[in-house]
């Protein structure tokens, strides 16, 4: 179980990065659009931010108290990075390096919770 919620917790330490480094540039896409069509950009470009930081703080969480159920929650919330991970890559292609993070997260969190899942007697 110590591996699982290792794993759990480097993939919430990654996503909290990855969330991290896209919020950073929530002041930059602002100045892409004009007037209020720029800050309705900058309002959209946060909401991946915090969807992420969401399911980082989730599987921390689940990684410093594991249960039967925390685990499978994690593993539901795999699907928030998975699904941006293959939205970023289709709109920017695999050579950005947040594409990675994301990726590599994703992977961290599903393999983690899957295992925490399988051998957690906590009911």
Known sequence: MTLARSLLGVGAALLLATALFHGSGGSMVSGWLP????????????????????????WLVVAVRPSRPGAT??????????????????????????????????????????????RSTVV
């Open 35 to 58: 007037g209020q069509r720029g800050e309705m950009l900058r309002a959209l470009w946060y909401l991946p931010t915090l969807d992420w930081l969401t399911v980082a703080l989730v």
């Open 73 to 118: 929650l994690a593993l539901v919330a795999v699907l928030v990075p998975a699904g941006a991970t293959l939205l970023v890559s289709g709109a920017v292609g695999w050579g950005f390096p947040g594409v990675w993070m994301l990726a590599a997260a994703t992977v961290l969190g599903a393999i983690g919770a899957g295992l925490l899942r399988t």
